[in-house]
């Protein structure tokens, strides 16, 4: 009966995909220059749809229902990437865990697999016109009744446009055209640039201690230069309250060196060809097996729910169960989204946080004093990060063709055994590695997320993790590149084990922790979102 459903879902979802454009695959094989020149365009395009502003908005002074999660969802408040790669990620999520259910059941053949990314593209902008529709008649734009049916259809039309085209961009690069995929680029980019922002920014803020400039670097200087009580310019510098420190710059570098670290452990398992004698090589299990995927995925889970409870609470409000699923209130913000207390008046928005119900414990606790006086919200919000990142990395592999039986299978089909091991006995012999490997390595991306919120990192926990995997990611994929045009040089030692040799300068401690992990295929579907 599921089989029949999911082929009957498969079949009846197929006359309206061809609603959605599709980007061809290439007819021939894209060089890596053009590559670079297509994730280029790719990013330029992203980024100046991140500074068009929505036509027809009266006001986007309402409170802000994404601001936690508008990094980490490469959206922009008040521009064509309002929603960003939200829907996209929240589609994906449910079409796998549905597909991981067998729910609906996707078969190996090219045809069902075609059929099932065309069910996630449809939903995913099924997803953007609800989210558009739900934004503008909650009166985030101003009152629909002020604004009149004929505008708000505008913005609802300028959104969905603006979803199209971020899927578009990530099926782009995921054909082959550039490098990785839109999703990740999207997202490291917008991290990437808050940390730079956060650590430069000349823009200057009026406290009540007077005029300091935003960026931390940049402050650090002009205290200097303008205090006269040099050590208490630096204590200022270093742990200045509502305004990025160096210890919060320097927390993100910890984070980064970290993360970097624990790329490198993996265990290899030794594989031969059971076609050509004295051919060997390694499979290698990484700690973070499915790389970034679990925060990806708990992020868009935690993003709706925030989304939801705002919603519902805006016109529930003071309803028990609403309070249940969440309380929200506001807190004043300058144009340059720093919280102030001195100068409301300055204020052109709004920051909505939670204060209760479920989203309260879901959410990072602010500071070391917050921790203090609620253990219990820092104790939830722990084992919640933790349990949820090793239960989506756990189902992730299932659900990507990475467990065991299908590493197995891929393996069979490239005619590879594991040495001392039979064809039957190869599943058993992964099953003692992969799903340990997924679940722990969920684990140890959740406790970094929250040692990252914890320390005070700029960008939030989750940012700085999926910023670091990304790029780290994208070292690999120029490696790859690199190693198919020669690039790189493959040597043999007298037991068979394959070593890459960098032709490009590193700095010693990023060749160290970089170079073991790259005697390996990339394995782009832990990156992607929708293969």
């Known amino acids: 009966l599921i089989i029949a459903m999911g082929f009957k879902f498969l079949e009846f979802v197929k006359p309206f995909c061809g609603v959605i454009?599709?980007?061809s695959k290439p007819e021939r094989k894209i060089q890596f220059r053009e590559k670079m020149l297509w994730t280029a365009i790719t990013l330029f395009i992203f980024l100046v749809c991140c500074q068009i502003p929505l036509f027809g908005i009266m006001s986007s002074d309402s409170a802000d229902p994404f601001y936690w999660m508008r990094v980490i969802m490469a959206s922009?408040?008040?521009?064509?990437?309002?929603?960003?790669?939200?829907?996209?990620?929240?589609?994906?999520?449910?079409?796998?865990?549905?597909?991981?259910?067998?729910?609906i059941e996707v078969g190996d053949t090219p045809k069902d697999r075609a059929l099932f990314n065309g069910a996630q593209k449809l939903f995913g902008m099924v997803i953007t016109m609800g989210q558009a529709i739900v934004y503008v008649m909650t009166g985030l734009y101003g009152e629909p009744s002020s604004i009149g049916a004929g505008i708000c259809l505008l913005i609802v039309v300028q959104l969905v446009v603006a979803g199209l085209i971020v899927l578009l961009l990530d099926e782009l690069l995921q054909k082959g055209y550039g490098l990785g995929s839109g999703i990740s680029l999207f997202i490291a980019t917008n991290i990437c640039e808050t940390i730079v922002w956060k650590a430069f920014s000349p823009a200057t803020v009026n406290t009540g201690r007077g005029t300091e400039f935003e960026g931390a670097v940049i402050a650090l200087f002009h205290l200097l230069a303008t205090r006269g009580d040099k050590t208490r310019a630096l204590r200022e510098a270093f742990y200045r309250q509502n305004l990025p420190n160096l210890m919060n710059?320097?927390?993100?570098?910890?984070?980064?060196?970290?993360v970097i670290y624990f790329q490198g452990f993996r265990v290899d398992l030794p594989i031969k060809s059971a076609r050509y004698r004295g051919q060997y090589s390694s499979y290698p299990i990484k700690l973070f097996y499915t790389s970034n995927i679990p925060i990806i995925?708990?992020?868009?889970?935690?993003?709706?729910?925030?989304?939801?409870?705002?919603?519902?609470?805006?016109?529930?409000?003071?309803n028990f169960f609403i309070n249940l699923i969440g309380q929200w209130s506001f807190t004043v913000m300058q144009q340059l989204d720093i919280i102030t207390l001195d100068n409301p008046d300055a204020s052109s928005g709004y920051r909505s946080y939670p204060i209760g119900?479920?989203?309260?414990?879901?959410?990072?606790?602010?500071?070391?004093?917050?921790?203090?006086?609620?253990?219990?919200?820092?104790?939830?919000?722990?084992?919640?990060?933790?349990?949820?990142?090793?239960?989506?990395?756990?189902?992730?592999?299932?659900?990507s063709g990475s467990s065991a039986k299908d590493v197995a299978?891929?393996?069979?089909?490239?005619?590879?055994?594991m040495r001392g091991h039979r064809e039957k006995s190869m599943i058993h012999e992964l099953n003692r590695y992969i799903p340990t490997a997924a679940a722990f390595?969920?684990?140890?991306?959740?406790?970094?997320?929250?040692?990252?919120?914890?320390?005070?990192a700029i960008g939030s926990g989750t940012g700085i993790l999926l910023a670091v995997t990304i790029i780290y990611q994208y070292f690999e994929v120029f490696v790859k590149e690199q190693q198919e045009m020669g690039g790189v040089?493959?040597?043999?030692?007298?037991?068979?084990?394959?070593?890459n040799a960098i032709f490009w300068p590193l700095d010693k401690l990023t060749y160290s922790l970089l170079i073991p992990n790259l005697n390996r295929e990339f394995r782009a579907s832990f990156l992607t979102i929708g293969l």
């Open 441 to 456: 390595g969920g684990l140890c991306i959740g406790a970094l997320s929250v040692m990252a919120d914890f320390i005070g």
């Open 489 to 499: 040089a493959v040597y043999r030692n007298s037991s068979n084990e394959t070593r």
């Open 21 to 23: 454009p599709e980007v």
């Open 76 to 103: 922009n408040r008040g521009t064509l990437m309002e929603l960003g790669i939200g829907p996209i990620v929240t589609s994906s999520l449910i079409m796998q865990l549905l597909a991981g259910a067998k729910i």
């Open 297 to 318: 995925l708990q992020s868009a889970l935690v993003s709706n729910l925030y989304m939801i409870s705002q919603m519902l609470a805006s016109k529930f409000s003071g």
């Open 357 to 399: 119900g479920l989203c309260y414990y879901l959410s990072p606790p602010e500071n070391l004093t917050h921790i203090l006086e609620d253990p219990i919200h820092c104790l939830v919000y722990i084992i919640f990060m933790l349990g949820s990142c090793a239960f989506f990395s756990k189902t992730w592999i299932d659900v």
């Open 409 to 417: 299978k891929q393996l069979k089909e490239q005619q590879m055994v």
């Open 249 to 258: 710059l320097m927390a993100t570098l910890f984070i980064f060196a970290v």
